[in-house]
């Protein structure tokens, strides 16, 4: 690697810029609409994004798209989930305490909560803040084919406040 730390931190965050922008500006405002690949990188280049993280971000959207809901082996709910060390480090047990927290209240699956460890670990940010766990949890339930589960709405809440979470 050529570039200084700094910088390719700066770049891993960017992916996640591009990743917040779009689902701000495109994703939540209207689901239903679907500018074109081409419409939407021109657009982000335009706002001030670079090709490489416009590129990455894409890269993590169809990755995410891709995700099947069988295709994870923890479609057990009385299983338990043991964490690998480089698991720990990304997603930190802020992280790892809030995934058990939504999970345990049936706002998401094992299956759904691998996929988010999945995308989360995909943003290369070391380690993963919790608001920026909190939008990638966001981004995967906006990307399940099912309906929109009830919850959605109280966790969309939960991301724009920043108060922080109350447990009862």
Do not use: C
């Not at 730390?5 to 917040?20: A, S, T």
């Not at 709910?77 to 058990?100: K, M, N, P, W």
């Not at 706002?107 to 990638?136: F, G, M, N, Y």
């Not at 939960?158 to 447990?167: C, F, I, N």
């Amino acid at each position: 690697m050529y570039e200084s730390d700094d910088r390719y931190i700066m770049l891993k965050e960017n992916i996640f810029d591009v990743l917040m922008y779009l689902f701000e500006h495109y994703i939540e405002d209207d689901p239903h609409i679907e500018p074109s690949r081409t419409d939407l990188e021109g657009h982000l280049l335009e706002a001030g994004f670079g090709n490489h993280e416009v590129s990455r971000a894409f890269d993590w959207l169809e990755d995410l798209a891709s995700l099947k809901e069988g295709e994870h082996p923890a479609d057990q709910s009385d299983s338990l989930r043991i964490y690998r060390d480089e698991e720990l480090a990304q997603l930190t047990a802020e992280g790892i305490g809030f995934l058990h927290y939504l999970e345990q209240n049936g706002v998401l699956t094992p299956v759904i909560r691998e996929q988010i460890i999945d995308r989360a670990q995909a943003l290369e940010s070391h380690p993963v803040s919790l608001d920026q766990l909190k939008w990638v949890i966001l981004m995967v339930l906006f990307n399940q084919p099912h309906e929109e589960p009830a919850d959605l709405g109280w966790l969309e809440d939960l991301v724009y406040d920043d108060q922080g979470l109350t447990l009862h």
